[in-house]
């Protein structure tokens, strides 16, 4: 499968964006997917994950309350929704797939496609 994310771009602290991870292929209902975020000179810190159907959605501790992630099997896209946000939110954003459609993991090892990244800026 391959992966598109979009949606990034500078914002206040205090506002929101909408990003956006459109998959290729017929077979999107089969993944969970997950976000993750990169800081310059940061390790990639995990966001978000939802299982295939949306039933199950899991979250990283530092967005928990203001982000929110949802998809749409009919459009084979998956969202992150980020309200509130901050400074240290600044980072490169990937969506990724795993072919443990019933997960949510939060470990980037366990996913097998990755996005290419949108840049999402938050000044204060």
């Known amino acids: 499968v391959q992966l598109q994310a979009s949606g990034g771009g500078l914002v206040q602290a205090g506002g929101s964006l909408r990003l956006s991870c459109a998959a290729s292929g017929r077979t999107f209902s089969s993944y969970a997917m997950g976000w993750f975020r990169q800081a310059p000179g940061k390790e990639r810190e995990f966001v978000a994950a939802i299982n295939w159907n949306g039933g199950s959605t899991k979250y990283g501790d530092s967005v928990k309350g203001r982000f929110t992630i949802s998809r749409d099997n009919a459009k084979n896209t998956v969202y992150l929704q980020m309200n509130s946000l901050k400074p240290e939110d600044t980072a490169v954003y990937y969506c990724?797939?795993?072919?443990?459609?019933?997960?949510?993991?939060?470990?980037?090892?366990?996913?097998?496609?990755w996005g290419q990244g949108t840049q999402v800026t938050v000044s204060s």
């Open positions: 990724a797939a795993d072919k443990a459609y019933w997960g949510t993991t939060n470990l980037a090892y366990d996913y097998d496609y």
